[in-house]
């Protein structure tokens, strides 16, 4: 069993950024691949970006460039770094941890509660 507890978000301005973390414990961390993704009012849970448990990264192609997911083991504590941040990306942000670092949503056993982002314009 692993537990994951995001923080980190907030408001903030278009063109600000934001760094959300999740803190996972529980069973060990570095085994699973980690991944975000975020739900807006209205729309489905959709893909962010993903780390595998080697460090391989996977992003969504709306947040390229402007975003960053990252992972320190020694923590058991995965980031996502969002810059240039678009009223578009206002969603709770969910972390999520599995054994593959894909975009499917089914993919991964273990979620957080969330937290929320809002971008204003």
């Known amino acids: 069993q692993v537990q994951l507890v995001e923080s980190g978000g907030g408001l903030v301005q278009a063109g600000g950024s934001l760094r959300l973390s999740c803190a996972a414990s529980?069973?060990?961390?570095?085994?699973?691949?980690m991944g975000w993704f975020r739900q807006a009012p209205g729309k489905e849970r959709e893909f962010v970006a993903a780390?595998?448990?080697?460090?391989?990264?996977y992003y969504t192609d709306s947040v390229k460039g402007r975003v960053t997911i990252s992972r320190d083991d020694a923590e058991n504590t995965g980031y996502l770094q969002m810059n240039s941040l678009k009223p578009e990306d206002t969603a709770v942000y969910y972390c999520a941890a599995g054994w593959y670092g894909t975009s499917s949503s089914s993919d991964y056993d273990y979620w957080g509660q969330g937290t929320q982002v809002t971008v204003s314009s």
């Open positions: 529980g069973r060990t961390f570095s085994r699973y691949a």
């Open positions: 780390i595998s448990w080697s460090g391989n990264t």
